[in-house]
């Protein structure tokens, strides 16, 4: 069955080269196939191009829209060394944001063009953004099963095709898997403590696992870029496998807290060592992506004033950049 849907993938996405570059993309898909790097002064197919502009920009805004959902817990962490680490690991997110930013640069697009993008409301960043953290616990949850879903995802992306990005995801990867394992560590210590600790704990896995599960994007036959992008490597794992991978991680993690995930569909399948899970509600995951999510109006109104309020900042950086031209010029 999971044969059939990923040979009807995308079909109607599928890149078709025209005469005068089908040489140029043969030599291409030959690099790509013998696992070269394609780096920014390369031949590629604009296609290729235009895909990792969309996923790369996707991924940077969701990095940074990514950030407040946390943030809004810096000024209520429990205790300073939370406080400490949560700040750090919000500012990972920041320059997670940055990097990819970069990478997407080296495609021939401009940051501004893609931040505008971001905050006209044209452009996607992750679904996930878009519910609210009303506990602690929550901060907890993210780090765990956000961040979790995150490194699932990402670890294949080290092994794109494409040279900037690859090399971007490596560290970034690095990171998620210290900001998964703080987020554990907080469900742990609310899993050990007192009833309504515990009770919090429940809430968060309650509001988070679904959200989570629909980070991986469409199920596979409903995936329009998957098959390209997987012909030219950027993608190197499907969404319904990725999210089966991270199903199968996670149940026994939950077990360990003492957590029940809230499916009650939910088994083990001995036969095919894996997790069998319930049905996605995919009208919701439609809804956040068309804006109307929980709180997609407040994250975008978030990154408008944060925008607005740093132009200042922006405004001396370029100042400050051509008093440096000016001294330069002069002295030589
Ligand atoms: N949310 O054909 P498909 C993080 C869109 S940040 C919104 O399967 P593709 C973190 C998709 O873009 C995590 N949109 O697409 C940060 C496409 O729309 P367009 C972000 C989604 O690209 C802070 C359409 O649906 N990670 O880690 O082959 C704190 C059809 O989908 C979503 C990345 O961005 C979604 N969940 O596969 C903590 C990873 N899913 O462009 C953590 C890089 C799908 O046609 N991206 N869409 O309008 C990817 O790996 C791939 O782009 C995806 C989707 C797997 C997400």
Same mark, same amino acid.
């Given at each position: 069955m999971y044969t059939q849907g990923l040979d009807q993938l995308g079909r109607s996405e599928l890149h078709v080269p025209t005469a005068e570059t089908a040489a140029l993309e043969q030599g291409f898909l030959a690099r790509v196939d013998r696992e070269e790097k394609i #780096?920014?002064?390369?031949?590629?197919?604009?296609?290729?191009?235009?895909?990792?502009?969309?996923?790369?920009?996707?991924?940077?805004?969701?990095?940074?829209v990514g950030m407040l959902p946390e943030g809004n817990w810096i000024t209520r962490a429990p205790t300073l060394k939370r406080k400490a680490v949560l700040i750090a690991k919000v500012q990972d997110e920041g320059g997670h944001g940055a990097y990819?930013?970069?990478?997407? #640069?080296? +495609?021939?697009?401009?940051?501004?063009?893609?931040i505008d993008? +971001?905050?006209?409301?044209?452009?996607?960043?992750?679904?996930?953004?878009?519910?609210?953290?009303?506990?602690?616990?929550?901060?907890?949850?993210?780090g765990w099963l956000v961040d979790g879903a995150a490194i699932m995802n990402q670890i294949p992306?080290?092994?794109?095709?494409?040279?900037?990005?690859?090399?971007?995801?490596?560290?970034?990867?690095? #990171?998620?898997?210290?900001h998964q394992r703080q987020g554990f560590e907080i469900m742990l210590t609310l899993a050990r403590?007192?009833?309504?600790?515990?009770?919090m704990a429940q809430a968060a896995l309650d509001r988070w696992w679904w959200p989570s599960l629909m980070?991986?994007?469409?199920?596979?036959?409903?995936?329009?870029h998957g098959a390209q992008s997987t012909r030219w490597k950027i993608k190197r794992v499907s969404n319904d496998d990725l999210r089966q991978k991270f199903v199968d991680v996670t149940v026994p993690q939950a077990d360990f807290l003492g957590l029940k995930v809230p499916d009650p569909d939910l088994a083990w399948d001995a036969a095919g060592q894996h997790y069998r899970f319930g049905t996605i509600d995919w009208?919701?995951?439609? #809804?956040?992506?068309?804006?109307?999510?929980?709180?997609?109006?407040?994250?975008?109104?978030?990154?408008?004033?944060?925008h607005e309020e740093?132009?200042?900042?922006?405004?001396?950086? +370029?100042?400050?950049?051509?008093?440096?031209?000016?001294?330069q010029a002069s002295a030589a």
């Open positions: #780096e920014p002064k390369d031949w590629m197919p604009a296609a290729y191009r235009q895909t990792l502009i969309r996923q790369i920009s996707q991924h940077a805004h969701s990095e940074i990819l930013y970069s990478a997407a #640069e080296t +495609l021939g697009v401009a940051r501004s063009d893609l993008q +971001l905050l006209a409301g044209t452009a996607k960043y992750s679904s996930i953004f878009n519910y609210p953290t009303v506990s602690w616990a929550d901060v907890g949850a993210i992306l080290c092994r794109c095709s494409y040279g900037p990005y690859a090399r971007a995801m490596v560290r970034i990867c690095k #990171e998620e898997s210290f403590g007192t009833r309504e600790q515990r009770a980070m991986f994007g469409p199920s596979d036959v409903d995936s329009k009208t919701e995951f439609n #809804e956040v992506l068309k804006g109307n999510g929980p709180c997609n109006h407040e994250r975008l109104a978030a990154r408008r004033r944060a740093g132009a200042w900042v922006r405004e001396a950086a +370029l100042a400050y950049a051509d008093k440096q031209r000016n001294r």
